[in-house]
């Protein structure tokens, strides 16, 4: 009981310092710039929760699946392929390695000027991004027990978890 309470105690003070760094970081950013980022934010983690539940359907980067990455993420399947050389033993994540190619290339900015902290603790805590979770959790649990006969182009993904 003693181990859970000072679970408990430790959770609500790591909550308090992000809150106080994200809070302080916030003056370091105009507000206008932070809310446009955290809409930029919520946007490429959708896109990284399509890629995911795309790939694991398909149980791997298919074809279409390269041109898009490709296109969108220049250098990142370039990236992917040296962090794999560099990590023989690891298994493969492709979702968090994109996530982390675009916290530190579509987001460098916010990393450079302090602000990154900030960027991630208010957009993760926007019901756009909720939506967006619980909409990749329901595809989820369903694809794995069927998978779409078609998989939805990112552009219906989105408006599908936008309304859901």
Known sequence: MKSTIRQREAEI???TRSRHQAEAERKLVDP???DSAITEFIEWRTFAYWVR???ETEG???TKMQVVLDD???GFTASLGAYSKSHPNEREFLWLRLIEWIDNTIFESACTE???HALGFYATRDPR???VRQYWLHCDDAWKAKPPAQLPSLHDWRQAA???
Do not use: E, F, M, P
């Open 32 to 34: 206008a710039r932070l």
């Open 72 to 74: 969108r993420c220049r």
């Open 114 to 116: 302090g602000w990154r």
């Open 60 to 62: 791997g980067i298919s």
């Open 13 to 15: 003070a790591l909550g």
């Open 162 to 164: 936008q309304t859901a």
């Open 53 to 55: 539940l795309v790939v």
């Open 129 to 131: 991004l909720d939506r």
